[in-house]
């Protein structure tokens, strides 16, 4: 079973940055992607990076705030996310592909954005 932990979520002001972790616990190397959800809402896909880290691909609605990246070496996957919004307060997933579907989650780290 493969485990995700994510870090670094917090309680931050509106403008303020933020870097969240992931780490993964086997080192069999995944796709990896980060969602978001607020409650009653769905879970919303903010964007995923390659298993070597040389593709990424961002969600129109993040893609000019947001960057992953990976450092193989360390299992662990970012998701930097800058000039945050109050509207940026969710709980933040990130998860594991093996290219076919979503396969691992983690539990998720808090980040809350006030104006």
């Known amino acids: 079973q493969v485990q995700l932990v994510e870090s670094g979520g917090g309680d931050v002001q509106a403008g303020a940055s933020l870097r969240l972790s992931c780490v993964v616990s086997?080192?069999?190397?995944?796709?990896m992607g980060w969602f978001r959800q607020v409650p009653g809402k769905e879970r919303e896909f903010l964007g995923s990076?390659?298993?070597?880290?040389?593709?990424?691909r961002l969600d129109d609605s993040v893609q000019d705030r947001f960057t992953i990246s990976r450092d193989s070496a360390k299992n662990t996957v970012y998701l930097q996310m800058d000039s945050l919004k109050p509207e940026d307060t969710a709980l933040y997933y990130c998860?594991?592909?093996?290219?076919?579907?979503?396969?691992?989650w983690g539990q998720g780290t808090q980040v809350t954005v006030s104006a």
């Open positions: 998860a594991a592909t093996d290219g076919v579907a979503w396969r691992f």
């Open positions: 086997k080192t069999r190397r995944y796709g």
């Open positions: 990076i390659s298993v070597d880290g040389g593709a990424t």
